[in-house]
């Protein structure tokens, strides 16, 4: 008899985005009338811009043409997109990262999930709590977090790094050693960020205890103040000890269209094991590229049009955070983020409990968000409102919550 893979009989209830999905639709059965506007997750609302476009119909002319046809990508990416990035999101930054230390993907989430599996087994994972949950999930499918506490709604072989108001949603250097450490910066799920000398000091801090970080820089984007670092390779010392995972959903629009890429630098070695060979092993066995039509459209985010087409973008989901921050605020709520990334974090008000003000603003406000202990047990009495919706509906919403 076959066996399964029981650390999945381990994870408690269903993936945080499916639950809420679940419970929407059964809210929309019982009031078919209701127009509900959503600004749970975060998914991108602006159509692709049209250099984007552009590249993405010529791609699929020329795989319309047997001159042109294009089989397998490269598995690590196709030089014209590797090239592109280590130029604009490296280079340009003072960072030394070659197009040969660029994987390229479907996206962050799928690298996200991933990346744990070139890692042995007795790994402790270090995450700030509250945090994205592919990082811990992967990791219990894996079987590396030991036990789950169904009342803490913690895992006992998990280093959690508490983020609340208290300091200031800055993760603290955990009391016991973890070997992988997971930052999300700018972050989800509350939208604040560190300074770049913070970050600095992760690096330093894993450099000394031989720890590896895991870097998500998936809203590098959405940045807007001067101190705070786009790649963790601005640090010191980061490409002995830190991957990167970017991805192309939030700054283009990509949430449809799926490309991303991670970055191994050739340094980060484990004793003699480079990790950079483990992931192009893993990526070579496991994955067959990103479709030509979808790097090509990756490239024309870098062209001069393109990056003025995307900074609209970015701006105009900006608008909406300004928006939803500052109403919110007129409202009397406490609220975070906004700033530097795409999510609002926002306390509940009264004693609500984070799925308690969920349901609430369902029922009396019609408008979905993300209850903030979906995230981890510090984002109990938090909730998260992402900018990625239109502007008409972040203010017909921000006015359905002002009205409760
Ligand atoms: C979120 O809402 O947290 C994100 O959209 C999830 C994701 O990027 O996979």
């Not at 749970?40 to 047997?66: C, N, R, S």
């Not at 019609?366 to 984002?379: A, E, K, R, Y």
């Given at each position: 008899?076959?066996?399964?893979?029981?650390?999945?009989?381990?994870?408690?209830?269903?993936?945080?985005?499916?639950?809420?999905?679940?419970?929407?639709?059964?809210?929309?059965?019982?009031?078919?009338?209701?127009?509900?506007?959503?600004?749970?997750?975060?998914?991108?609302?602006?159509?692709?811009?049209?250099?984007v476009?552009a590249a993405m119909h010529k791609a699929v002319d020329e795989m319309g043409?047997?001159?042109t046809?294009r089989?397998?990508?490269?598995?690590?990416?196709y030089?014209?997109?590797?090239?592109?990035?280590?130029?604009?999101?490296?280079?340009?930054?003072?960072?030394?990262?070659?197009?040969?230390?660029?994987?390229?993907?479907?996206?962050?989430?799928?690298?996200?999930?991933?990346?744990?599996?070139?890692?042995?087994?007795?790994?402790?994972?270090?995450?700030?709590?509250?945090?994205?949950?592919?990082?811990?999930?992967?990791?219990?499918?894996?079987?590396?977090?030991?036990?789950?506490?169904?009342?803490?709604?913690?895992?006992?072989?998990?280093?959690?790094?508490?983020?609340?108001?208290?300091?200031?949603?800055?993760?603290?250097?955990?009391?016991?050693?973890?070997?992988?450490?997971?930052?999300?910066?700018?972050?989800?799920?509350?939208?604040?960020?560190?300074?770049?000398?913070?970050?600095?000091?992760?690096?330093?801090?894993?450099?000394?205890?031989?720890?590896?970080?895991?870097?998500?820089?998936?809203?590098?984007?959405?940045?807007?103040?001067?101190?705070?670092?786009?790649?963790?390779?601005?640090?010191?010392?980061?490409?002995?000890?830190?991957?990167?995972?970017?991805?192309?959903?939030?700054?283009?629009?990509?949430?449809?269209?799926?490309?991303?890429?991670?970055?191994?630098?050739?340094?980060?070695?484990?004793?003699?094991?480079?990790?950079?060979?483990?992931?192009?092993?893993?990526?070579?066995?496991?994955?067959?590229?990103?479709p030509y039509i979808v790097q090509r459209a990756g490239e024309a985010?870098?062209?001069?049009?393109?990056?003025?087409?995307?900074?609209?973008?970015?701006?105009?989901?900006?608008?909406?955070?300004?928006?939803?921050?500052?109403?919110?605020?007129?409202?009397?709520?406490?609220?975070?983020?906004?700033?530097?990334?795409?999510?609002?974090?926002?306390?509940?008000?009264?004693?609500?409990?984070?799925?308690?003000?969920?349901?609430?603003?369902?029922?009396?406000?019609?408008?979905?968000?993300?209850?903030?202990?979906?995230?981890?047990?510090?984002?109990?009495?938090?909730?998260?409102?992402?900018?990625?919706?239109?502007?008409?509906?972040?203010?017909?919403?921000?006015?359905?919550?002002?009205?409760?």
């Amino acid at each position: 008899m076959f066996k399964i893979n029981e650390n999945y009989q381990k994870l408690p209830g269903s993936y945080l985005f499916s639950t809420i999905a679940k419970k929407v639709s059964a809210f929309t059965e019982a009031h078919p009338d209701k127009e509900l506007i959503r600004l749970g997750i975060g998914d991108v609302t602006q159509p692709l811009a049209p250099a984007v476009i552009a590249a993405m119909h010529k791609a699929v002319d020329e795989m319309g043409d047997a001159g042109t046809f294009r089989g397998y990508a490269p598995d690590l990416g196709y030089a014209f997109l590797r090239d592109a990035i280590a130029e604009h999101d490296y280079k340009l930054r003072g960072c030394d990262i070659s197009p040969d230390e660029i994987f390229v993907s479907d996206g962050a989430k799928s690298d996200s999930a991933n990346i744990q599996e070139i890692f042995g087994q007795e790994n402790r994972i270090a995450v700030c709590d509250p945090v994205y949950p592919v990082y811990v999930d992967s990791n219990v499918m894996a079987g590396r977090t030991g036990v789950y506490d169904p009342k803490k709604e913690t895992w006992s072989n998990v280093i959690y790094m508490p983020c609340t108001m208290e300091n200031g949603f800055v993760p603290e250097f955990p009391r016991e050693t973890p070997d992988m450490i997971y930052l999300c910066l700018p972050n989800n799920p509350t939208g604040t960020t560190i300074t770049k000398a913070q970050l600095q000091e992760w690096v330093d801090y894993a450099n000394k205890v031989g720890a590896v970080i895991i870097y998500d820089g998936a809203y590098e984007a959405y940045i807007s103040e001067g101190d705070v670092a786009h790649s963790i390779y601005e640090c010191e010392g980061a490409k002995a000890c830190a991957i990167e995972l970017k991805s192309f959903s939030k700054n283009a629009g990509f949430t449809g269209v799926r490309l991303g890429y991670t970055v191994v630098p050739k340094e980060l070695k484990c004793g003699e094991a480079s990790l950079h060979q483990m992931w192009a092993r893993r990526h070579g066995t496991k994955f067959n590229g990103a479709p030509y039509i979808v790097q090509r459209a990756g490239e024309a985010t870098y062209s001069p049009e393109g990056r003025t087409q995307l900074k609209e973008q970015v701006a105009y989901y900006m608008k909406n955070a300004a928006a939803i921050k500052n109403g919110l605020k007129d409202a009397g709520y406490t609220v975070f983020g906004g700033v530097n990334a795409p999510y609002i974090w926002l306390k509940t008000p009264g004693k609500m409990t984070s799925w308690e003000f969920f349901d609430y603003l369902l029922e009396n406000a019609n408008v979905v968000g993300t209850p903030g202990s979906g995230f981890g047990p510090s984002g109990e009495g938090y909730f998260r409102l992402t900018a990625f919706g239109t502007y008409e509906n972040t203010l017909a919403a921000l006015g359905r919550i002002q009205k409760l």
